[in-house]
């Protein structure tokens, strides 16, 4: 007896029960997954508009054809509504919406959450406690942005660690760049004031500061403090001369330009950013049209999903108009709290910007579809070289990093048709193994990654490239036949006799080692695989290894307080030159005795920490040098 078929979606039915308030109806497949998300001002007029006997396009027509069932939430507005529905869409993926691509590498200014601020550029998830200001088109604009604060507000840019440990003031405090709250030459309330200062100006609140700095001015006169008084006066010129410089239409403007280009259902969106003033740059984007050819309903999808994530300015112009216009203004102004303008027809020096931003926006897509027949050339090319039946869906490639066996990391980055997945790279600290064993430590990278996706049903990649040689490839051939793991093609990629980009030679399945020289596609996709999969690996090993020595520090040693820690960096010159002393040399050191001095040169070079009855038990004295 065969299966039985799903019954088809009674849309007409369905609608009779629904409310006419506003909210939000999904649209779900037979297997549960969501295929569609939609908001509507009345849910019973909206929905029901999909089972009339209106012509639809092909894309609304299939997925009418796959639904199986609806669902919808109520929401006491239409503006509640969008939000909720960028939410879903977010959480969800649905087929059938225009997605914003998830990327996390927009770079932001971050003003950390800690006693002393400290003002630096971030990249990836928000975790670190702190104010984030962006994102910004580039990073080059991040880094003028920094530059700035630093000039006006002389906050720290220094990390944690270095921050600590310092017992003098460093560079930037000489060239007039920090305040060197590291050593106390800033009291705190008035480093608290600078910080304040500072989120001020990245807010693009400069003229409400500038007013401030006048009043605060105006106020050290009369209270005779003219140093005060004149350095107050030199911020605010300098505030001023850089408004004046940088005005747009007479101005300072907060505003974000978008415009979007499509070649069938390729879209590119384009930012081109101000905030107070200044230009940010600007940023393409290509948002998933899962099938839409329509500029306006890719664009106002862009615009929800967005600023549901990234604070708006107070004017965005756009180089067309788009459904719900409106709306997204009351939305986006209900959740900023903060007046927000959709513009669509502008003059004068924003209409220059409108153009820019069309030409860029072309040209980006133009780009893009140069570059996605390049990728889809390669990876017909390794198809090919590989013998399979298909293009690879997704390729999987792990490589191992250490520095003599020290914080072992092991990466496995994910490539897809369109290229790198970077929200499903993988890092494994390696442990339980003999320092320096790249064979063993495959494996066990090789073990855990694949024994989850056997015990929980997960994803396999079409192709397992192993950045090494023979050894590498057959710890890996082990640790997927000790889990029963068919049907991945698992490919060696080793260097060649010379060791240079091009001569690689690649271990294939059946036992042949291939070099298909530089010219070769699917070598280049190998290439870019393998690169991307080492620097990954190198950057959680420098973060590990880095983390560890961060752990060894002066503070971690019982009996080492403030006073003994200021004493010894002082003594030595930093860190670096107490690693480099003897057990006698430290115990020079005024408020260490000879156990403190043992105890010390055991934690900073990874000995067991000495036994008190046995004190002759650390080997070298006087004159030792840590090698590494």
């Not at 999987?396 to 914080?407: Q, Y």
């Not at 490539?415 to 494996?443: K, L, T, W």
């Given at each position: 007896m065969g299966a039985l078929k799903t019954p088809a979606f009674d849309g007409k039915t369905f609608v009779k029960n629904l409310s006419t308030a506003p909210g939000v109806y999904r649209m779900i497949a037979a297997d549960d997954s969501a295929l569609y998300v939609g908001k509507a001002g009345v849910l019973k007029n909206r929905v029901s508009s999909y089972f009339n006997a209106t012509p639809k396009s092909a894309r609304i027509m299939t997925m009418l054809a796959q639904t199986a069932r609806m669902e919808v939430t109520v929401t006491r507005t239409e503006a509640e509504a969008l939000i909720l529905e960028n939410q879903l869409i977010k959480s969800l993926k649905p087929r059938y919406n225009v997605l914003l691509r998830d990327d996390k590498s927009y770079p932001y200014v971050l003003m950390t959450q800690e006693a002393w601020p400290r003002i630096a550029m971030h990249r990836g998830a928000r975790a670190i406690p702190g104010r984030y200001f962006g994102p910004y088109a580039s990073v080059g604009a991040v880094r003028d942005t920094l530059n700035l604060m630093h000039k006006l507000f002389k906050l720290r840019s220094c990390e944690d660690s270095v921050f600590r440990n310092r017992s003098r003031p460093c560079l930037q405090h000489q060239i007039g760049r920090c305040s060197a709250p590291c050593v106390g030459l800033v009291p705190a309330r008035d480093y608290a004031e600078s910080v304040r200062r500072a989120g001020l100006f990245l807010e693009g609140r400069s003229d409400e500061l500038s007013d401030e700095l006048l009043k605060t001015m105006e106020a050290a006169s009369v209270r005779l403090d003219f140093e005060e008084a004149a350095r107050l006066r030199d911020l605010v010129a300098s505030i001023r001369s850089l408004q004046a410089r940088q005005y747009v239409d007479g101005r300072a403007a907060d505003l974000d330009v978008l415009a979007i280009a499509m070649q069938g259902v390729a879209a590119c969106v384009l930012l081109l950013a101000f905030r107070d003033g200044r230009n940010l740059g600007t940023r393409a984007f290509f948002p998933k049209t899962n099938g839409s050819d329509s500029p306006e309903e890719v664009l106002a999808a862009f615009v929800s999903q967005y600023y549901g994530e990234q604070t708006p300015p107070g004017e965005i112009v756009l180089d067309r108009d788009i459904p719900d216009r409106e709306l997204l203004e009351q939305a986006l102004a209900s959740a900023g709290e903060r007046r927000v303008q959709i513009k669509t027809s502008v003059r004068g020096e924003r209409a220059g910007y409108l153009d820019l931003a069309r030409r860029n926006a072309e040209l980006a897509l133009a780009s893009e579809r140069t570059s996605h027949a390049a990728q889809h050339a390669r990876a017909e090319a390794l198809s090919e070289l590989l013998g399979l039946a298909a293009l690879p869906a997704r390729?999987?490639?792990?490589?191992?990093?250490?520095?003599?066996?020290?914080?072992?990391?092991?990466?496995?980055?994910?490539?897809?048709?369109?290229?790198?997945?970077?929200?499903?790279?993988?890092?494994?600290?390696?442990?339980?193994?003999?320092?320096?064993?790249?064979?063993?430590?495959?494996?066990?990278?090789?073990?855990?990654?694949?024994?989850?996706?056997?015990?929980?049903?997960?994803?396999?990649?079409?192709?397992?490239?192993?950045?090494?040689g023979l050894g590498q490839v057959a710890q890996a051939r082990a640790a997927l036949d000790d889990l029963g793991v068919e049907g991945v093609v698992l490919v060696g990629v080793a260097k060649g006799p010379a060791r240079r980009p091009g001569d690689e030679e690649l271990l294939l399945p059946d036992g042949r080692t291939v070099r298909p020289g530089a010219e070769s596609p699917a070598l280049q996709l190998v290439q870019q695989v393998r690169d991307e999969a080492h620097r990954f690996a190198i950057t959680g090993h420098r973060g590990r290894r880095q983390k560890a020595r961060n752990s060894s520090r002066l503070e971690d040693i019982p009996g080492i307080g403030p006073r003994r820690r200021a004493n010894l960096l002082r003594h030595f010159g930093g860190l670096g030159g107490l690693k480099a002393a003897g057990i006698e040399e430290i115990a020079r050191v005024e408020g260490v005795n000879a156990a403190l001095a043992e105890r010390i040169y055991a934690t900073l070079h990874?000995?067991?920490?000495?036994?008190?009855?046995?004190?002759?038990?650390?080997?070298?004295t006087s004159g030792a040098r840590s090698e590494g």
């Open positions: 390729i999987e490639c792990f490589d191992i990093s250490h520095t003599m066996g020290e914080a072992t990391v092991a990466s496995c980055v994910v490539f897809d048709a369109e290229g790198p997945v970077r929200g499903q790279y993988r890092r494994y600290n390696i442990s339980g193994i003999e320092p320096g064993d790249d064979y063993a430590a495959m494996h066990q990278a090789i073990d855990r990654r694949f024994r989850r996706a056997v015990e929980e049903g997960g994803v396999m990649p079409d192709v397992l490239l192993i950045d090494g990874g000995l067991d920490t000495p036994d008190k009855d046995s004190p002759d038990t650390i080997g070298p």
